[in-house]
């Protein structure tokens, strides 16, 4: 496949790996801050090829393993009402919550239809004027620009029983959270390309002058990862601090500006919950006062209900890069892809269902 | 979750709302894809798209700055 395969040859790779082992002196703890980047570099074991000086962290970038339980229960509250259709991404369904999980509640009836894109939504919505469809719109900034012109469509065209459960999550509120962690060791950040290709290179560049740390936006193949990690080393062993770009082929130093002017359009940044961490300011996005129609938490009285999680999972700590996987005791005994405990064993992108598929020991 | 696919437009047009829409060959199999988010795209580019919507076009120059490095360092 074109724009894929060519990133994926190991003499490339090897090149790389002796390219960045020739310039390194120092130890570098760096974080990639994508869950598809994490699958990749567990699956590629990309961690195991780089020399042992490079410590590879695993950041927060799964909105599946992030999304906190209370939302999967309002997503299963508002699935089993009958007059609602409720459409999702695939990842979802399984996710846990604190009784059961969309997968349940479509074997008992609910109508829970997976959905590629959004816009699919507003079609359903057009095709089934008698019944109430929700959508859950989960994601990062990468996901956000579609949800809002599913919005904006929908109410262009007068579309009454449309609405959307919001748990949106924002990339740079986080890295300052990670940023934040007391006893962290961390001096780089891979950043995520998608979400960079949107929100380009501006978020960062705060975030690198006032925490001195080198963010260098990388892509998900291995040689794209490989080019990251070379640039953020180079820069770490030159003593630079920079934001730099490693996926020139898809994102833009200003971003995807008509993206981020319809994502303004209909949401505004709000404070979000963050499964396993906790609230963090200002880091999701909720619905403007002339877009709250479209709000299913208000439509269906939701708003306020919170729920504790369950105490064995570490995953708080596994998105922070505080501890790995392995280290959790429910690891691939209570805990396993089949019967999760936790959402990053749920997400394909999650770190614990990474190690679980390719590093199982 | 932000996968996004590399594919080849090989149509652009608007829907009955004025959407501007279109669609993307993934290798073989071909998906309609909403364009509205890049003003500058035209049949035969290749663009990344994510859950049904091109969020880039991709550059082919920028595309061989990994290898491009490799050569600067004589690797
Ligand atoms: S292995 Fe399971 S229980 Fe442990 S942190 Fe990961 S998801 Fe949570």
Known sequence: MKYVDEYRGSEPVRKYIRAITDILHRDWTIMEVCGGQTHNIIKFGIDTLLPSKITLIHGPGCPVCVTPIEMLDKAVYIASQSEVIFCSFGDMLRVPGSEKNLITSRAEGADVRILYSPLDAIKIARESPDRKVVFFSVGFETTAPAVAMAIIQAKKLGIKNFSALVAHVLVPPALEAILSTPNLVLNGFLAPGHVSTVIGQGGYERITKKYRVPIVITGFEPLDILFGVYKLVKQLEEGRCEVENAYGRSARPEGNVLAQQAVDEVFEAADRKWRGIGVIPKSGLALRESYRDFDAESLFSLNGLTVEEPSECIAGYILQGLKKPNECTAFGTRCTPQRPLGAPMVSSEGACAAYFNYRRV | ?75
Request: hydrophobic share 45%; aromatic share 6%; proline share 1%.
């Open chain 2, 1 to 75: 979750m932000c996968l996004g696919v590399p594919g080849k437009v090989v149509k652009i047009e608007d829907n009955a709302l004025g959407l501007r829409m279109g669609v993307v060959d993934f290798g073989g199999t071909k998906r309609e894809t909403c364009l509205a988010y890049l003003d500058d795209v035209q049949e035969g580019d290749w663009v990344l798209v994510h859950i049904g919507f091109a969020i880039s076009k991709i550059d082919e120059e920028k595309a061989k700055d990994a290898f491009d490095t490799l050569k600067e360092i004589g690797l």
